[in-house]
């Protein structure tokens, strides 16, 4: 599974979930995805337990076409 744009690997999945990979824009869809601590959020069944996209060389155009404002502000990059 390939990494994505540099920032994102940094990205609270609390914060993936709300502003870019809580559902599956093709289809709206969600699934129930199990956190470490014994949780469970809902997010796009592409959303990988790690908090990577699975089909990140795939992923539809809704998805290349995603502006993020935190991404943009440098928010999450290592050592910000
Ligand atoms: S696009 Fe924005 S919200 Fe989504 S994972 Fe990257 S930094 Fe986080
Ligand atoms: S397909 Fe990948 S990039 Fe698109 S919302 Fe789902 S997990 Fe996020």
Same mark, same amino acid.
């Given at each position: 599974?390939?990494?994505?744009? !540099? @920032?994102? #690997?940094?990205?609270?999945? %609390? =914060?993936?979930?709300? $502003?870019?990979?809580? $559902? &599956?824009? =093709?289809?709206? =869809?969600?699934?129930?995805?199990?956190? !470490?601590?014994? @949780? #469970? $959020?809902?997010?796009?069944? *592409?959303?990988?337990?790690?908090? &990577?996209? +699975?089909?990140? %060389?795939?992923?539809?155009?809704?998805?290349?076409? *995603? #502006?993020? !404002? +935190?991404?943009?502000? @440098? +928010?999450?990059?290592?050592?910000?």
């Amino acid at each position: 599974m390939k990494a994505p744009i !540099p @920032g994102c #690997e940094d990205c609270p999945l %609390e =914060e993936k979930i709300l $502003v870019c990979c809580g $559902v &599956f824009p =093709e289809t709206g =869809e969600s699934r129930a995805l199990p956190l !470490p601590d014994g @949780g #469970e $959020v809902p997010a796009c069944t *592409h959303l990988s337990a790690g908090g &990577f996209c +699975a089909i990140y %060389e795939q992923r539809p155009p809704g998805c290349r076409r *995603h #502006e993020c !404002p +935190a991404l943009a502000a @440098g +928010a999450w990059a290592r050592g910000a």
